[in-house]
């Protein structure tokens, strides 16, 4: 099975930057897409970036231009790269794997990791 594995979170400050990093392994012949989502209060976790095989990259309107996505192919890793952190951007953050294509839609997606929590302090 595919396994992902996030490390990086933290507490920090507002304005603070944080990269969040992503392990990948097992069959990866099946995976377009690999994406991040947060959990903030409830249930529900919301979508925040993905990027496909091709490298498209699909961000959430609230933190684009401070939140970026990247693949390193040599690592077999993706990172989630926050500048200017909020504290609403405080929350459980997940990585996962989708069989289909680009999509910010959670039940999309079929392998997850077991999340990395960043605080945000004001």
């Known amino acids: 099975q595919v396994q992902l594995v996030e490390s990086g979170g933290r507490l920090v400050q507002t304005g603070d930057s944080l990269r969040l990093s992503c392990a990948i392994s097992g069959p990866l012949g099946s995976v377009d897409t690999l994406g991040w989502f947060r959990q903030t209060s409830g249930q529900d976790r919301d979508f925040v970036a993905a990027?496909?095989?091709?490298?498209?990259?699909r961000i959430r309107g609230t933190v684009k231009g401070r939140f970026t996505i990247s693949k390193d192919n040599t690592t077999n890793t993706v990172h989630l790269q926050m500048a200017n952190l909020k504290p609403e951007d405080t929350g459980k953050y997940y990585c996962a794997a989708s069989n289909t294509g680009l999509s910010g839609v959670s039940r999309l997606y079929d392998y997850w990791g077991q999340g990395t929590q960043v605080t945000v302090s004001s």
């Open positions: 990027i496909s095989n091709a490298g498209t990259t």
